[in-house]
């Protein structure tokens, strides 16, 4: 582990945090996590943890877009033309910058090759570094529209394309989109928002005792990393092979037809638009099923996966601040309206 790297195991309070993005790495296809919060909460932080613990995937040796070997049918052009063998490598972060370029981010001609050779050699960017990892994005609700609209792009193709001076290129561009934002230097635009699998919202933390061991693990963590993480290696080789089971044991959960109308039914009282966010649900009440070792989701994993993928999707007046307290919502809903029985 990387020594500059704080345990994602020796970070105090915010659970929904850390179970959003635990969630969202066991299962890519519950579209990320957005992080809304004050600056100093750990954010960034967990992020970064986060991936420091996951195990190795294998991808196709010298393969530029980190291919799976196993699911010929997502293969680049490249790998689809030659015989490779194996190897591993880090789940990889990428991190996108505010200030990024558009050919940095979907990739670029080699004009060095282009000048001395003569050839057009395609140059890939950070969503082909990001494929099959995660990437990141600190202060998203600040990012540049044509990088946003990009970024739509891609995710809702899994590929990237383009098409550009003679050259034209597509590689698969499947990654978890995390990102961290402050509410408070302005909102995300909606389309963006809505990619969002899952939402959670991150305080200081109210508790004394919290603050205490969170001053003092950080102290520590600052006097000698090396020994803190060594202290911390256990408890991160342990969540890292949880994670690793439940991603395995995730397509064996069952999906009972009364889960489906509980979800379903949690949507429309609370009045959320498309059906992006009733498959969310569902979704990452599977995904919880698997992480707590169940062979099927019932109303306690329902009502937790509500609580992270639906607060961004409820409908709210203009200015109105996002509301994350997804069970008093429904309780408020299920109330009788005046002069009911």
């Known amino acids: 582990m ?3 790297i ?3 195991s020796a970070l105090v309070g915010q659970e929904n945090m850390k179970l959003a993005l635990i969630l969202a790495v066991i299962n890519p296809g519950l579209g990320g996590v957005l992080i809304r919060g004050e600056k100093g909460t750990a954010k960034s932080t967990a992020v970064r943890a986060l991936t420091a613990l996951l195990p190795d995937q294998e991808v196709m040796h010298g393969c530029r877009y980190g291919c799976d ?5 997502l293969w680049c052009e490249e790998c689809r033309g030659r015989e490779g063998s ?11 910058p505010l200030g990024a370029t558009e050919d940095r981010l979907l990739g670029s001609i080699n004009l060095e090759e282009a000048l001395v050779k003569g050839e057009s050699r395609f140059e890939p960017g950070l969503l082909a570094a990001a494929n099959r990892g995660l990437l990141y994005v600190d202060e998203v609700n600040l990012l ?3 990088l946003v609209d990009s970024l739509l792009d891609a995710a809702a193709m899994g590929r990237n394309i383009v098409e550009r001076e003679g050259v034209s290129v597509s590689h698969p561009a499947r990654f978890t989109l995390v990102g961290t934002m402050n509410p408070e230097e302005g909102e995300l635009r909606p389309q963006l928002l809505d990619r969002f699998g899952l939402c959670v919202e991150v305080r200081g933390l109210a508790d004394q005792s919290q603050r205490q061991e969170v001053v003092r693990l950080r102290l520590e963590f600052e006097k000698d990393p090396e020994a803190f993480i060594a202290n911390f290696r256990p408890d991160e080789m342990e969540l890292g092979l949880k994670i690793d089971e439940a991603a395995a044991r995730l397509p064996l959960v069952k999906l009972p037809d009364e889960a489906v109308m509980q979800a379903v039914k949690i949507c429309l009282s609370l009045g959320v638009d498309g059906h ?3 498959l969310t649900v569902i979704k990452a009440a599977l995904t919880l099923a698997a992480w707590l070792g169940l062979d099927q989701p019932g109303t306690d994993e329902i009502l937790t996966a509500a609580e992270l993928a639906l607060p961004h999707r409820m409908r709210r007046r203009p200015f109105q601040e996002v509301d994350f307290d997804v069970r008093r919502r429904l309780n408020e809903a299920e109330q009788p309206a005046a002069g009911e029985e």
């Open 2 to 4: 990387d020594k500059n």
């Open 69 to 73: 070997p196993d699911k010929t049918d």
């Open 144 to 146: 540049d529209d044509h």
């Open 86 to 96: 194996r190897k591993k490598r880090k789940r990889p972060l990428v991190e996108l």
């Open 6 to 8: 704080y345990p994602f």
């Open 276 to 278: 992006r966010g009733d």
